[in-house]
Protein backbone atom coordinates (compact mmCIF):
# COMPACT_ATOMS: atom_id res chain seq x y z
CA UNK A 1 0.00 0.00 0.00
CA UNK A 2 1.08 3.03 -0.75
CA UNK A 3 1.41 6.29 1.25
CA UNK A 4 -0.99 8.01 -0.28
CA UNK A 5 -3.27 5.19 -0.48
CA UNK A 6 -2.49 4.82 3.83
CA UNK A 7 -3.95 8.30 3.98
CA UNK A 8 -6.90 8.07 2.22
CA UNK A 9 -7.67 5.21 4.78
CA UNK A 10 -7.08 7.25 7.77
CA UNK A 11 -9.23 9.65 6.17
CA UNK A 12 -12.14 7.18 5.87
CA UNK A 13 -12.14 6.14 9.06
CA UNK A 14 -14.53 6.67 11.91
CA UNK A 15 -13.26 7.98 14.90
CA UNK A 16 -15.35 6.24 18.00
CA UNK A 17 -16.13 7.46 21.47
CA UNK A 18 -15.06 5.36 24.12
CA UNK A 19 -17.52 3.86 26.61
CA UNK A 20 -16.85 4.58 30.34
CA UNK A 21 -18.72 5.85 33.11
CA UNK A 22 -16.34 9.05 32.76
CA UNK A 23 -16.78 9.76 28.93
CA UNK A 24 -18.80 12.56 29.72
CA UNK A 25 -17.05 14.27 33.09
CA UNK A 26 -14.11 16.11 31.16
CA UNK A 27 -11.98 14.97 33.97
CA UNK A 28 -8.14 14.24 32.77
CA UNK A 29 -6.77 10.65 32.01
CA UNK A 30 -4.29 11.15 35.21
CA UNK A 31 -7.12 12.02 37.37
CA UNK A 32 -9.70 9.43 36.03
CA UNK A 33 -6.61 7.04 36.89
CA UNK A 34 -6.31 7.96 40.46
CA UNK A 35 -9.82 7.67 41.33
CA UNK A 36 -9.94 4.28 39.49
CA UNK A 37 -6.74 3.38 41.99
CA UNK A 38 -8.45 4.80 44.94
CA UNK A 39 -11.50 2.75 44.30
CA UNK A 40 -9.95 -0.70 43.32
CA UNK A 41 -7.77 0.12 46.51
CA UNK A 42 -11.06 0.00 48.64
CA UNK A 43 -12.66 -2.93 47.14
CA UNK A 44 -9.39 -5.09 47.60
CA UNK A 45 -9.28 -3.89 51.29
CA UNK A 46 -13.24 -4.31 51.70
CA UNK A 47 -13.18 -8.34 49.79
CA UNK A 48 -10.11 -9.20 52.19
CA UNK A 49 -12.16 -7.83 55.25
CA UNK A 50 -14.76 -9.82 54.40
CA UNK A 51 -12.59 -12.45 54.19
CA UNK A 52 -10.92 -12.25 57.00
CA UNK A 53 -14.34 -11.98 59.06
CA UNK A 54 -16.10 -15.14 56.70
CA UNK A 55 -13.06 -17.49 57.57
CA UNK A 56 -13.51 -16.17 61.21
CA UNK A 57 -17.18 -17.43 61.32
CA UNK A 58 -16.55 -20.66 59.62
CA UNK A 59 -13.74 -22.53 60.99
CA UNK A 60 -14.67 -22.67 64.19
CA UNK A 61 -14.92 -25.49 66.51
CA UNK A 62 -14.47 -29.52 65.11
CA UNK A 63 -13.57 -28.07 61.79
CA UNK A 64 -10.85 -25.61 62.61
CA UNK A 65 -8.92 -28.56 64.94
CA UNK A 66 -9.32 -31.30 62.07
CA UNK A 67 -8.01 -28.47 59.71
CA UNK A 68 -5.18 -27.71 62.17
CA UNK A 69 -3.83 -31.00 62.82
CA UNK A 70 -3.87 -31.98 59.04
CA UNK A 71 -1.36 -28.88 57.71
CA UNK A 72 0.23 -28.54 61.16
CA UNK A 73 1.12 -32.58 61.21
CA UNK A 74 4.63 -33.69 60.38
CA UNK A 75 5.52 -36.53 59.27
CA UNK A 76 6.73 -39.60 61.25
CA UNK A 77 10.45 -40.07 62.03
CA UNK A 78 12.65 -40.06 60.46
CA UNK A 79 10.84 -38.16 57.79
CA UNK A 80 10.37 -35.27 59.45
CA UNK A 81 12.72 -33.25 57.45
CA UNK A 82 10.47 -34.23 54.34
CA UNK A 83 7.25 -32.04 55.70
CA UNK A 84 8.48 -28.83 54.98
CA UNK A 85 9.28 -29.45 51.07
CA UNK A 86 6.04 -31.54 51.09
CA UNK A 87 4.38 -28.36 52.05
CA UNK A 88 6.24 -26.29 49.14
CA UNK A 89 5.44 -28.25 46.99
CA UNK A 90 1.85 -28.47 47.85
CA UNK A 91 2.22 -24.22 47.79
CA UNK A 92 3.84 -24.30 44.13
CA UNK A 93 0.63 -26.67 42.71
CA UNK A 94 -1.97 -24.43 44.22
CA UNK A 95 -0.27 -21.42 42.86
CA UNK A 96 -0.15 -23.37 39.30
CA UNK A 97 -4.25 -23.94 39.78
CA UNK A 98 -4.39 -20.05 40.23
CA UNK A 99 -2.21 -19.11 38.49
CA UNK A 100 -0.99 -16.21 41.00
CA UNK A 101 1.35 -16.02 44.31
CA UNK A 102 -0.63 -13.32 45.38
CA UNK A 103 -4.03 -14.98 45.64
CA UNK A 104 -2.49 -17.83 47.21
CA UNK A 105 -0.78 -16.02 50.28
CA UNK A 106 -3.49 -13.88 50.49
CA UNK A 107 -5.51 -16.89 50.84
CA UNK A 108 -3.57 -18.39 53.91
CA UNK A 109 -2.82 -15.10 55.28
CA UNK A 110 -6.18 -14.91 57.48
CA UNK A 111 -5.82 -18.95 58.01
CA UNK A 112 -2.72 -17.83 59.88
CA UNK A 113 -4.23 -14.99 61.75
CA UNK A 114 -7.51 -17.58 62.70
CA UNK A 115 -4.72 -19.90 64.29
CA UNK A 116 -5.56 -22.76 61.78
CA UNK A 117 -1.80 -22.33 60.33
CA UNK A 118 1.35 -21.71 61.86
CA UNK A 119 3.71 -19.53 60.69
CA UNK A 120 6.50 -22.66 60.44
CA UNK A 121 4.02 -24.39 58.31
CA UNK A 122 2.85 -21.15 56.34
CA UNK A 123 6.49 -20.58 55.39
CA UNK A 124 7.54 -23.54 53.31
CA UNK A 125 3.82 -22.78 52.10
CA UNK A 126 4.95 -19.39 50.74
CA UNK A 127 8.47 -20.36 49.47
CA UNK A 128 6.34 -22.69 47.51
CA UNK A 129 4.12 -20.21 45.59
CA UNK A 130 7.45 -18.35 44.80
CA UNK A 131 8.29 -21.75 42.77
CA UNK A 132 4.77 -21.99 41.36
CA UNK A 133 4.43 -18.53 40.20
CA UNK A 134 7.75 -19.13 38.15
CA UNK A 135 5.21 -21.19 35.69
CA UNK A 136 3.20 -18.73 34.41
CA UNK A 137 6.19 -16.75 32.95
CA UNK A 138 7.79 -20.42 31.68
CA UNK A 139 4.48 -20.82 29.70
CA UNK A 140 4.30 -17.43 28.56
CA UNK A 141 7.98 -17.89 26.92
CA UNK A 142 6.91 -21.24 25.45
CA UNK A 143 4.36 -19.26 23.59
CA UNK A 144 7.01 -16.98 22.14
CA UNK A 145 7.43 -16.42 18.43
CA UNK A 146 10.45 -18.86 17.40
CA UNK A 147 12.90 -16.10 16.79
CA UNK A 148 12.31 -15.37 20.32
CA UNK A 149 11.69 -18.04 22.44
CA UNK A 150 15.30 -18.20 23.00
CA UNK A 151 15.76 -14.63 24.71
CA UNK A 152 12.02 -15.23 26.59
CA UNK A 153 13.04 -18.74 28.12
CA UNK A 154 16.61 -17.26 29.19
CA UNK A 155 14.16 -14.63 31.47
CA UNK A 156 12.06 -17.63 32.73
CA UNK A 157 14.53 -19.56 33.56
CA UNK A 158 16.52 -16.59 35.43
CA UNK A 159 13.03 -16.20 37.39
CA UNK A 160 12.93 -19.91 38.31
CA UNK A 161 16.34 -20.14 39.55
CA UNK A 162 16.52 -16.99 41.35
CA UNK A 163 13.65 -18.18 43.89
CA UNK A 164 15.39 -21.67 43.72
CA UNK A 165 18.65 -20.02 44.75
CA UNK A 166 16.70 -18.10 47.93
CA UNK A 167 14.73 -21.02 49.23
CA UNK A 168 18.38 -22.75 49.39
CA UNK A 169 19.64 -20.00 50.86
CA UNK A 170 16.91 -19.81 53.74
CA UNK A 171 15.65 -22.59 54.52
CA UNK A 172 17.56 -26.18 54.05
CA UNK A 173 19.56 -25.49 57.76
CA UNK A 174 17.03 -24.37 60.68
CA UNK A 175 19.37 -21.56 61.75
CA UNK A 176 19.06 -19.87 58.68
CA UNK A 177 15.50 -19.44 58.68
CA UNK A 178 15.78 -16.02 59.39
CA UNK A 179 12.23 -15.15 57.92
CA UNK A 180 10.25 -16.93 60.39
CA UNK A 181 11.99 -14.89 63.19
CA UNK A 182 11.33 -11.48 61.93
CA UNK A 183 7.84 -12.25 61.03
CA UNK A 184 7.19 -12.85 64.48
CA UNK A 185 8.91 -9.82 65.94
CA UNK A 186 7.87 -7.76 63.31
CA UNK A 187 4.04 -9.24 64.06
CA UNK A 188 4.57 -8.36 67.86
CA UNK A 189 5.32 -5.08 67.28
CA UNK A 190 2.47 -4.27 64.91
CA UNK A 191 0.39 -5.57 67.67
CA UNK A 192 1.17 -2.99 69.63
CA UNK A 193 1.41 -0.63 67.33
CA UNK A 194 -1.15 -0.40 64.93
CA UNK A 195 0.76 2.08 62.07
CA UNK A 196 3.80 0.53 62.74
CA UNK A 197 2.65 -2.05 59.33
CA UNK A 198 2.01 1.37 57.34
CA UNK A 199 5.30 2.92 58.30
CA UNK A 200 6.78 -0.59 57.87
CA UNK A 201 5.38 -0.65 53.94
CA UNK A 202 6.31 2.92 53.48
CA UNK A 203 9.86 2.71 54.54
CA UNK A 204 11.01 -0.78 53.14
CA UNK A 205 8.87 -0.52 49.58
CA UNK A 206 8.98 3.34 48.65
CA UNK A 207 11.73 5.67 50.61
CA UNK A 208 14.22 2.68 50.89
CA UNK A 209 14.57 1.94 47.12
CA UNK A 210 13.73 5.15 46.39
CA UNK A 211 17.12 6.35 48.25
CA UNK A 212 19.11 3.72 47.04
CA UNK A 213 18.33 4.05 43.29
CA UNK A 214 18.71 8.04 43.63
CA UNK A 215 21.97 7.58 45.44
CA UNK A 216 22.82 4.74 42.75
CA UNK A 217 22.11 7.52 39.98
CA UNK A 218 25.01 9.58 41.31
CA UNK A 219 27.49 7.05 40.37
CA UNK A 220 29.08 3.95 41.97
CA UNK A 221 31.53 6.25 43.95
CA UNK A 222 28.56 8.08 45.71
CA UNK A 223 26.79 4.30 46.33
CA UNK A 224 29.80 3.62 48.22
CA UNK A 225 30.64 6.60 50.24
CA UNK A 226 26.92 6.58 51.35
CA UNK A 227 26.65 2.46 51.49
CA UNK A 228 29.90 1.78 53.55
CA UNK A 229 29.39 3.17 56.43
CA UNK A 230 25.64 2.61 56.63
CA UNK A 231 26.26 -1.21 56.11
CA UNK A 232 28.94 -0.99 59.31
CA UNK A 233 26.30 0.71 61.45
CA UNK A 234 23.82 -1.58 60.67
CA UNK A 235 26.25 -4.59 61.51
CA UNK A 236 27.51 -3.48 64.61
CA UNK A 237 23.84 -2.33 65.47
CA UNK A 238 22.88 -6.19 64.78
CA UNK A 239 26.34 -7.39 66.68
CA UNK A 240 25.42 -5.21 69.87
CA UNK A 241 22.01 -6.66 69.91
CA UNK A 242 23.44 -9.94 69.56
CA UNK A 243 25.72 -9.60 72.09
CA UNK A 244 23.00 -7.77 74.77
CA UNK A 245 20.69 -10.76 74.36
CA UNK A 246 23.34 -13.40 74.67
CA UNK A 247 26.37 -12.66 76.24
CA UNK A 248 26.04 -8.79 77.94
CA UNK A 249 28.98 -9.62 80.08
CA UNK A 250 31.23 -9.02 77.31
CA UNK A 251 30.30 -5.81 76.49
CA UNK A 252 30.98 -2.58 78.98
CA UNK A 253 28.45 -1.37 81.00
CA UNK A 254 27.34 1.50 79.32
CA UNK A 255 26.62 -0.39 75.97
CA UNK A 256 24.69 -3.77 77.96
CA UNK A 257 21.57 -1.62 76.91
CA UNK A 258 20.69 1.37 74.81
CA UNK A 259 19.20 3.49 77.61
CA UNK A 260 22.09 5.98 76.94
CA UNK A 261 20.72 7.61 73.94
CA UNK A 262 17.85 9.33 73.47
CA UNK A 263 14.51 7.15 73.84
CA UNK A 264 13.31 7.85 70.16
CA UNK A 265 16.20 6.37 69.31
CA UNK A 266 15.80 3.18 70.96
CA UNK A 267 12.11 2.90 71.72
CA UNK A 268 9.05 3.58 69.53
CA UNK A 269 6.50 5.18 72.13
CA UNK A 270 7.87 8.83 71.22
CA UNK A 271 6.87 8.19 67.71
CA UNK A 272 3.06 6.75 68.97
CA UNK A 273 2.38 9.29 70.90
CA UNK A 274 2.96 12.11 67.85
CA UNK A 275 0.73 9.42 65.85
CA UNK A 276 -1.61 8.69 68.41
CA UNK A 277 -2.47 12.60 68.72
CA UNK A 278 -2.15 13.23 65.14
CA UNK A 279 -4.64 10.33 63.88
CA UNK A 280 -6.98 8.03 65.11
CA UNK A 281 -4.53 4.96 65.89
CA UNK A 282 -3.00 3.82 69.33
CA UNK A 283 -1.09 1.78 70.74
CA UNK A 284 -2.76 -1.90 72.02
CA UNK A 285 -2.16 -1.60 75.79
CA UNK A 286 -0.50 -4.74 77.77
CA UNK A 287 -2.47 -6.91 79.38
CA UNK A 288 -3.53 -6.27 82.54
CA UNK A 289 -4.87 -8.41 85.27
CA UNK A 290 -8.35 -6.99 87.30
CA UNK A 291 -7.99 -5.47 89.72
CA UNK A 292 -8.86 -7.38 93.09
CA UNK A 293 -11.75 -5.90 95.59
CA UNK A 294 -10.36 -3.89 98.56
CA UNK A 295 -9.35 -6.50 101.48
CA UNK A 296 -11.50 -5.65 104.65
CA UNK A 297 -9.23 -6.71 107.75
CA UNK A 298 -11.28 -7.54 111.23
CA UNK A 299 -9.54 -4.80 113.22
CA UNK A 300 -10.42 -2.61 111.04
CA UNK A 301 -14.21 -2.93 111.41
CA UNK A 302 -16.45 -1.18 114.08
CA UNK A 303 -17.56 -3.28 117.04
CA UNK A 304 -20.93 -3.02 115.77
CA UNK A 305 -20.42 -4.02 112.09
CA UNK A 306 -20.03 -8.02 111.10
CA UNK A 307 -16.97 -8.96 109.29
CA UNK A 308 -18.02 -9.59 105.77
CA UNK A 309 -15.74 -13.10 105.89
CA UNK A 310 -17.75 -14.12 109.29
CA UNK A 311 -21.37 -12.74 108.35
CA UNK A 312 -23.63 -15.71 107.60
CA UNK A 313 -27.32 -15.56 105.66
CA UNK A 314 -30.03 -14.49 107.86
CA UNK A 315 -31.83 -18.57 106.94
CA UNK A 316 -28.56 -20.07 107.88
CA UNK A 317 -28.87 -21.78 111.34
CA UNK A 318 -25.41 -22.03 113.09
CA UNK A 319 -24.92 -22.12 116.73
CA UNK A 320 -23.29 -19.60 118.29
CA UNK A 321 -20.63 -20.16 121.07
Not at 73 to 97: I, K, L, R
Not at 221 to 246: D, E, H, I, K
Request: hydrophobic share 50%; net charge positive; aromatic share 10%.
Amino acid sequence: MSRVEAIGSLANTTMEKCNHIFVDTGLPDLAVGLILLAGSLVVLCTCLILLVKMLNSLLKGQVANVIQKVINTDFPAPFTWVTGYFAMVVGASMTFVVQSSSVFTSAITPLIGLGVISIERAYPLTLGSNIGTTTTAILAALASPREKLSSSFQIALCHFFFNISGILLWYPLPCTRLPIRMAKALGKRTAKYRWFAVLYLLVCFLLLPSLVFGISMAGWQAMVGVGTPFGALLAFVVLVNVLQSRSPGHLPKWLQTWDFLPRWMHSLQPLDGLITRATLCYARPEPRSPQLPPRVFLEELPPATPSPRLALPAHHNATRL
